[in-house]
């Protein structure tokens, strides 16, 4: 199960990846597709969101961060 750690509703363009960079921020960066090369990532929202160890930090379909806990063994 996921909990929402920051709002940010982010509207989805077509054709762009979204993730949360390093800096704790939600980023894009245009797809590859049919051999063209992708783009560089360009910041959407400033968070600053400190990351903690064992968890997975996603965007939901909601446009906001949320984290689930890694399965590991």
């Not at 939600?26 to 910041?43: D, E, S, V, Y």
């Not at 968070?47 to 997975?56: A, V």
């Amino acid at each position: 199960m996921a909990q929402k750690v920051a709002k940010a509703g982010i509207k989805r363009e077509e054709g762009f990846l979204y993730f949360i960079d390093k800096q704790g921020d939600i980023a894009k960066a245009k797809m590859a597709r049919g051999g063209k090369k992708g783009g560089k990532p360009q910041k959407v929202s400033k968070l600053g969101i400190k990351k903690e160890k064992g968890f997975l930090y996603f965007i939901d379909k909601q446009g906001d961060v949320s984290r689930a806990k890694m399965v590991r063994r």
